[in-house]
């Protein structure tokens, strides 16, 4: 069975750093792209950034360009999303995902969710 934890998220002041960390078990970690959501209230789940299954290429949602970036170890079987210059429109929850073919931006396409965790970015 695969899962999927998060950790790392929390309140934070605009303008301040976060890194949020996704640990996947119950399969190969290597065979998923993987990639970060984010939810916040009363709105769909949107596409953050995104890593392919060897961490060679990356995407990112045009919002977080030049601020976020994700990466992965695959030897620890964990994803990274290093979120940096936080904004108060970054409060969300952040979902990591994973998928056994390829990035997209599309929710749905992905097999395999975390618990979610929280965000807050205060003035």
């Known amino acids: 069975q695969v899962q999927l934890v998060e950790s790392g998220g929390g309140l934070v002041q605009a303008g301040g750093s976060v890194r949020l960390a996704c640990e996947v078990s119950g399969s190969p970690f290597s065979n998923f792209a993987m990639a970060w959501f984010c939810q916040a209230p009363g709105k769909g789940r949107e596409f953050v950034a995104g890593?392919?299954?060897?961490?060679?290429?990356?995407y990112y949602a045009d919002s977080v360009k030049g601020r976020f970036t994700i990466s992965r170890d695959n030897a620890k079987n964990t994803v990274f999303l290093q979120m940096n210059s936080l904004r108060p429109e970054d409060t969300a929850v952040y979902y990591c995902?994973?998928?056994?073919?390829?990035?997209?931006?599309?929710?749905?396409?992905?097999?395999?969710w975390g618990q979610g965790t929280q965000v807050t970015v205060s003035l």
């Open positions: 995902a994973a998928e056994l073919t390829r990035i997209t931006g599309l929710p749905e396409k992905y097999e395999y």
């Open positions: 890593v392919s299954w060897s961490g060679g290429r990356t």
